[in-house]
């Protein structure tokens, strides 16, 4: 089998580089994973939807590196980003026998990858892994950068490790079976990386929206790889997110609120994002950073992208301030002080402490 063409992004760390190959056909080429030594065992993980689709066919692909390959179908849904569903990880790789060399395969979306890769930063303290994004969340974020990890009920991805990949594998073929509500999610992460690094991005999205929700080839190509770019190129400078990596989480203070209010899986993670966005900018608007016409700009594209524009309730009562105490968990907050990813309108992000007052205005002012 010739070896399909495909493009990739570099991600040059300090002690290690790796690439995000993007294209189609590149699940089922065994040239693919040339560049994967080969070893005794593989597992790929994958999850219930994704199994019956994919992962005979990634079984059939890497057969002749490995001796033996398992595969694992985990339940499908955020509400199973847990500690019992990474322990059954764990159970696999000890079941059969797998050792420091055996291969991770996350085959899936954001939540396979996310607790594929802590699984495989902690088994055995350590063992290499391969992301294959099956969502477009997953190909323009998650997969990308080496945040592995999984919920608690008291916050969203509070446990986890940074772990790199061996290499990510983004097959543009797989996002044809993607559920039309998730290929919106997926534009919410898109999106994002407009207003904080990008503005030209965003001008094309404005222009193309309607060919990336049809899933038109070449319009998802052009995104998935720019995204990449740029979280290729913030992860770089700072892969540990000592401090400008914080950026790629604008809008996820109040969307991991949300997510995390709601009971996880209410909201997917994207729609979650795409509201809390709207809300980081309205309170970058009343802080005076950015002018009015982006906020707009922001929230028309998401609503044309079919996201939620506007919060849901997470209380009867005091709904602010439910919010800002599942806010305080956030992992950017400082001493107890609320810290927020906050735009300008120069496509430049930062992340700084607001007014609880402030906060409460938005909250009140964006939610149903
Ligand atoms: P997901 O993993 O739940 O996948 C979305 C849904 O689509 C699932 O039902 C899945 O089975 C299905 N699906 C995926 N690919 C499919 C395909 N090709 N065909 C048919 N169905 C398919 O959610 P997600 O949106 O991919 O990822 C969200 C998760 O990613 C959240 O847990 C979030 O916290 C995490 N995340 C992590 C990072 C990071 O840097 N590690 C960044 C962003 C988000
Ligand atoms: N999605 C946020 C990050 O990777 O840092």
């Given at each position: 089998m010739d070896a399909p063409r495909f493009?990739?992004?570099?991600?040059?760390?300090?002690?290690?580089?790796?690439?995000?190959?993007?294209?189609?056909?590149?699940?089922?080429?065994?040239?693919?994973?040339?560049?994967?030594?080969?070893?005794?065992?593989?597992?790929?993980?994958?999850?219930?939807?994704?199994?019956?689709?994919?992962?005979?066919?990634?079984?059939?692909?890497?057969?002749?590196?490995?001796?033996?390959?398992?595969?694992?179908?985990?339940?499908?849904?955020?509400?199973?980003?847990?500690?019992?569903t990474l322990n059954l990880i764990f159970d696999a790789l000890l079941q059969n026998g797998c050792d420091?060399?055996?291969?991770?395969?996350?085959?899936?979306?954001?939540?396979?990858g996310d607790m594929t890769?802590?699984?495989?930063?902690?088994?055995?303290?350590?063992?290499?892994?391969?992301?294959?994004?099956?969502?477009?969340?997953?190909?323009?974020?998650?997969?990308v950068g080496g945040k592995?990890?999984?919920?608690?009920?008291?916050?969203?991805?509070?446990?986890?490790?940074?772990?790199?990949?061996?290499?990510?594998?983004?097959?543009?073929?797989?996002?044809?079976?993607l559920p039309q509500r998730e290929l919106s999610a997926g534009l919410a992460e898109v999106i994002k990386y407009g207003p904080i690094a990008d503005l030209a991005l965003l001008?094309?999205?404005?222009?193309?929206?309607?060919?990336?929700?049809?899933?038109?080839?070449?319009?998802?190509?052009h995104v998935v790889k720019r995204s990449c770019e740029i979280k290729a190129w913030v992860v770089g400078q700072d892969e540990k997110e000592s401090g400008l990596r914080a950026i790629l989480n604008f809008g996820h203070t109040f969307g991991h609120a949300i997510e995390a209010g709601l009971g996880y899986g209410h909201w997917l993670h994207g729609e979650a994002v795409a509201c809390g966005m709207v809300m980081a900018a309205q309170l970058s608007l009343r802080l005076g950073l950015v002018d009015a016409e982006l906020v707009r700009r922001l929230t028309r594209l998401l609503e044309r992208a079919g996201l939620p524009v506007r919060g849901p309730r997470l209380a009867e009562g005091d709904n602010a301030g439910r919010y800002l105490?599942?806010?305080?968990?956030?992992?950017?907050?400082?001493?107890?002080?609320?810290?927020?990813?906050?735009?300008?309108?120069?496509?430049?992000?930062?992340?700084?402490?607001?007014?609880?007052?402030?906060?409460?205005?938005?909250?009140?002012?964006?939610?149903?």
């Open positions: 493009e990739t992004v570099p991600i040059h760390l300090a002690d290690r580089n790796y690439c995000i190959a993007i294209g189609s056909g590149l699940l089922d080429s065994p040239h693919s994973y040339d560049d994967i030594a080969d070893a005794a065992s593989a597992l790929i993980v994958t999850n219930a939807t994704i199994a019956p689709l994919y992962a005979h066919r990634l079984q059939h692909a890497v057969s002749s590196k490995f001796r033996e390959i398992h595969t694992l179908v985990l339940p499908d849904g955020e509400q199973f980003k847990t500690w019992p420091r060399k055996t291969v991770l395969f996350a085959l899936g979306g954001g939540v396979v890769g802590f699984a495989a930063a902690s088994y055995m303290r350590g063992v290499p892994f391969v992301q294959i994004p099956t969502s477009l969340l997953a190909q323009v974020d998650s997969s592995t990890g999984i919920n608690h009920p008291l916050g969203k991805n509070m446990i986890g490790a940074f772990y790199q990949p061996l290499k990510v594998l983004c097959d543009l073929e797989l996002l044809k079976t001008d094309w999205i404005e222009g193309h929206i309607g060919a990336l929700l049809a899933g038109d080839p070449a319009a998802l190509a105490e599942l806010m305080r968990m956030d992992k950017k907050s400082q001493g107890g002080e609320l810290r927020f990813v906050l735009i300008d309108g120069a496509a430049r992000a930062a992340v700084r402490a607001a007014p609880q007052a402030l906060v409460r205005e938005v909250i009140d002012a964006c939610c149903r």
